[in-house]
């Protein structure tokens, strides 16, 4: 079973920053968090990943809370594009996703 | 780079009829999986090779289900028989682990799946 809680679905106008949340509230001390996203009939893309510093990259910035047990994946200026299920993972060597959040970006 | 290849991308049998999917990982990457993707639902972990060799395949219904990586390369997932609930998107992914512990970064490249419906 997956280890985190996400709300099944967001909405976000074009152009906005788009801020999911995610609960790992059990997450161990050696747990990466992952973040990937699935646009409809593809497979799912990886966006980023993070231990306990914040980071950024050119699709995403992802903030960790100093205890862990929460994080935030920002799109800065979504898109369109960006409309996809949006997975929060927490992974010692394997994957376990769950439902995600379905995000929709309107115009 | 080309990127994870599988094949076919749709396919459609009846119950107890028996199916196989191919996977091509990504050139030189070690680690390759084979989720199930039930409609609606996030990818589940069917069962993960680490060159030509199992790591998990806890959540793999090993009575009809079953996978091969023989050389280490592409791999093949067969269901044998199928069933209704086997109706699902079955993806392929692949990764090369930056080292040798289990600690170690591990983005994994997905393909675009088979959708297998059965009737």
């Known amino acids: 079973d997956a280890k985190t809680t996400q709300p099944p679905s967001m909405d976000c106008a074009e152009g906005r920053a788009a801020n999911l949340p995610c609960n790992h509230s059990t997450i161990s001390g050696n747990e990466y968090v992952y973040w990937y996203r699935q646009i409809h009939s593809q497979g799912p893309q990886y966006i980023i990943h993070g231990l306990k510093n914040n980071e950024t990259n050119e699709m995403a910035s992802l903030i960790i809370t100093e205890d862990r047990k929460s994080s935030t994946l920002i799109l800065p200026h979504a898109t369109l594009r960006d409309t996809a299920v949006y997975y929060c993972i927490v992974s010692y060597h394997d994957m376990r996703f769950g439902a995600g959040t379905r995000l929709t970006v309107k115009p | 780079e080309a990127g994870v290849a599988q094949s076919p991308r749709y396919k459609i049998i009846e119950k107890r009829q028996s199916v196989a999917f191919w996977c091509n990982p990504i050139?030189?990457?070690?680690?390759l999986y084979w989720y199930q993707q039930i409609l609606g639902q996030g990818p589940k972990l069917l069962i993960q090779?680490?060159?030509?060799?199992?790591?998990?395949d806890s959540q793999l219904p090993k009575d009809r289900f079953s996978a091969e990586r023989l050389k280490g390369v592409d791999s093949t997932l067969k269901i044998q028989p199928a069933k209704l609930e086997d109706s699902a998107v079955y993806l392929c992914a692949s990764s090369s682990p930056s080292g040798l512990s289990t600690l170690s970064y591990n983005e994994q490249f997905f393909g675009p799946g088979t959708r297998l419906t059965v009737l």
């Open positions: 050139s030189g990457h070690a680690t």
């Open positions: 090779f680490q060159n030509n060799g199992v790591v998990d």
